[in-house]
């Protein structure tokens, strides 16, 4: 299993899940529009889930709104470091070939 680390900005972070996994696919090189993502395959530091949160706050979402998208699409937020860091494993990106 091959993991990339990626250090992210607090600003970088503060969008919705969709977004942050777009971002995540140009830091690696891919095309956001031909790709989809296996969020079974990425981890987050706190101060990521924590800005994504912000986010949805800022645009009216309950905090129980926000737990089940994160549950259902979220990454999972198991890295212990206080930067704004994602991992991510080999097939988080999938390319779409039509």
């Known amino acids: 299993m091959r993991i990339r680390r990626i250090t992210l900005s607090k600003d970088a972070c503060y969008c ?22 296996d969020c079974t395959k990425i981890d987050v530091s706190k101060p990521v889930q924590d800005q994504i949160l912000a986010f949805y706050m800022d645009a009216g979402h309950s905090q129980e709104a926000f737990a089940q998208a ?25 390319e779409v070939h039509k």
Do not use: H, R
């Open 16 to 37: 919705g899940i969709q977004d942050f996994y777009d971002l995540i696919a140009k830091q690696l090189g891919y095309n956001p529009e031909t790709v989809t993502y």
């Open 70 to 94: 994160w549950v259902c699409y979220g990454p999972k937020t198991s890295l212990q470091y206080p930067e704004y860091i994602a991992e991510v494993q080999l097939g988080f990106v999938c």
